[in-house]
C-alpha cells in the first residue's frame, strides 16, 4: 500500500504528510474549479423549465443555453413558423452544440447548429450570428414538405445531413418542454435564477436585441429607455397587443413568449425584473421564479423589462 513505514525517519514522515496535505487541497481546488466552470460559479445560475407553473417534467440548463434557445424560439415564430418547427430546431441544436454558440466543430462546421462555410450556410462570421444561423435552419427546414408531420429526427435529418440522424430523438422531450415555453405555449413555465451585480444594462441595446429577434414591429407602440421614479434602472414596456390582433391561440400566448425571451436573456442583457400580467420575476428573488402580484388594468396589454442602470 502506498505509504511511508514506520521505520522511516521522523523528517521522512513529516514531509510525506506534507505532500499528501498539500495534495488533497490541490485536489479540492481543482474540483472546485471544475464545478464552477460547469454550472458558471458565483451561485451556479440556473435556468429550469417545467410542463406547467404547478410542476412535471422539468430540464435544467445554464443562462447561456437558455439565451440561445430564446433567441431560436423568437427566429422561427418571427417567421412564422409553428411550435412544432421550433421543436425541431431546439433538439437540433442540442445533438449539435448542447446551445452553445461555439466557433469549432468537425472539419469546419461552427455555430448552434455546426453549419458549415464550405456547404454554402454562410460564412463564418453570419453562422455565429445565433439569429442568422437560427433564420438559415428555418429557411431549409421550410423547405421539406411535411416536416410537421414527421418524426423529429427525419425532419432534423433532412437539414443537417448528419453522420448519425437517430442522434436528434433523443433530445425531443426537452426540446418540445422548451419550445412550450418559449413559444408562450406554456405561461410562467421557464425560470432562472441569475447572480445580483454585474454593471449596468444598455436599453439600446435590449430593444436592439428585441428588433433583431421579433422584427422591427416588435417596439412599436411601446415606451421605454428613460429611468423610471429616479430608481437606478431604465424600463422598457413592450407591447402584445400585435399578437391580439393577429387571433388565433389563447391572446397572453405573445405576452409569454416575450417575458420568457427577457428572462433567458437576463444575464447577458443585465435585466433585473420582468413583469406580465399578474406575475413578476426579479433577479434579487430569483431563486424564488415567477411570483404573484397585484395586476393593474393594462398589464396583460405590454411586458415591462427593467434593466440595470
Given at each position: 500500500m502506498w505509504g511511508v513505514s514506520e521505520n522511516a525517519s521522523p523528517v521522512r514522515r513529516g514531509?510525506?504528510?506534507?505532500?499528501?496535505?498539500?495534495?488533497?487541497?490541490?485536489l479540492g481546488i481543482a474540483g472546485y474549479v471544475v464545478v464552477q466552470y460547469v454550472t458558471g460559479g458565483g451561485g451556479a445560475p440556473r435556468c429550469v423549465v417545467r410542463t406547467s407553473e404547478d410542476g412535471g417534467s422539468t430540464y435544467e440548463l445554464s443562462p447561456?443555453?437558455?439565451?440561445?434557445?430564446?433567441?431560436?424560439?423568437?427566429?422561427?415564430?418571427?417567421?412564422g413558423m409553428p411550435q412544432r418547427a421550433v421543436t425541431i430546431a431546439l433538439a437540433t441544436a442540442l445533438q449539435e452544440s448542447a446551445l452553445r454558440n461555439i466557433d469549432y466543430g468537425d472539419r469546419d462546421s461552427l455555430g448552434l447548429f455546426q453549419q458549415r462555410p464550405s456547404q454554402g450556410w454562410g460564412t463564418p462570421k453570419e453562422i455565429m450570428d445565433p439569429v442568422y444561423s437560427a433564420g438559415k435552419f428555418y429557411?431549409?427546414?421550410?423547405?421539406?414538405?411535411?416536416?410537421?408531420?414527421?418524426?423529429?429526427?427525419?425532419?432534423?435529418?433532412?437539414?443537417?445531413?448528419?453522420?448519425?440522424?437517430?442522434a436528434y430523438a433523443k433530445h425531443e422531450p426537452d426540446a418540445t418542454l422548451l419550445?412550450?415555453?418559449?413559444?408562450?405555449?406554456?405561461?410562467?413555465?421557464?425560470?432562472?435564477?441569475?447572480?445580483?451585480?454585474?454593471?449596468?444594462?444598455?436599453?439600446?441595446?435590449?430593444?436592439?436585441?428585441?428588433t433583431r429577434a421579433f422584427g422591427s414591429?416588435?417596439?412599436?407602440?411601446?415606451?421605454?429607455?428613460?429611468?423610471?421614479?429616479?430608481?437606478?434602472?431604465?424600463?422598457?414596456?413592450?407591447?402584445?397587443?400585435?399578437?391580439?390582433?393577429?387571433?388565433?391561440g389563447r391572446p397572453d400566448r405573445r405576452?409569454?413568449?416575450?417575458?420568457?425571451?427577457?428572462?433567458?436573456?437576463?444575464?447577458?442583457?443585465?435585466?433585473?425584473?420582468v413583469a406580465y400580467g399578474d406575475r413578476v420575476w426579479s433577479v434579487e428573488r430569483s431563486s424564488e421564479g415567477w411570483r404573484a402580484r397585484d395586476a393593474e388594468p393594462g398589464d396583460a396589454d405590454s411586458v415591462r423589462i427593467r434593466i440595470a442602470h
Open positions: 514531509r510525506f504528510l506534507r505532500f499528501t496535505a498539500a495534495l488533497l487541497v490541490l447561456e443555453q437558455a439565451d440561445n434557445a430564446a433567441t431560436i424560439s423568437a427566429v422561427g415564430t418571427t417567421r429557411e431549409h427546414l421550410a423547405e421539406v414538405p411535411g416536416y410537421s408531420r414527421m418524426p423529429l429526427t427525419v425532419a432534423a435529418q433532412k437539414v443537417q445531413r448528419s453522420g448519425f440522424p437517430q419550445a412550450a415555453a418559449l413559444t408562450g405555449g406554456a405561461s410562467a413555465t421557464l425560470t432562472c435564477s441569475v447572480r445580483a451585480g454585474g454593471g449596468a444594462g444598455d436599453p439600446a441595446q435590449v430593444r436592439g436585441e428585441l414591429e416588435v417596439l412599436r407602440g411601446g415606451a421605454g429607455g428613460g429611468t423610471a421614479g429616479g430608481e437606478a434602472s431604465s424600463v422598457l414596456t413592450v407591447p402584445v397587443a400585435s399578437a391580439r390582433e393577429s387571433g388565433g405576452g409569454w413568449e416575450l417575458a420568457h425571451w427577457a428572462l433567458a436573456r437576463a444575464e447577458a442583457l443585465r435585466i433585473t425584473e
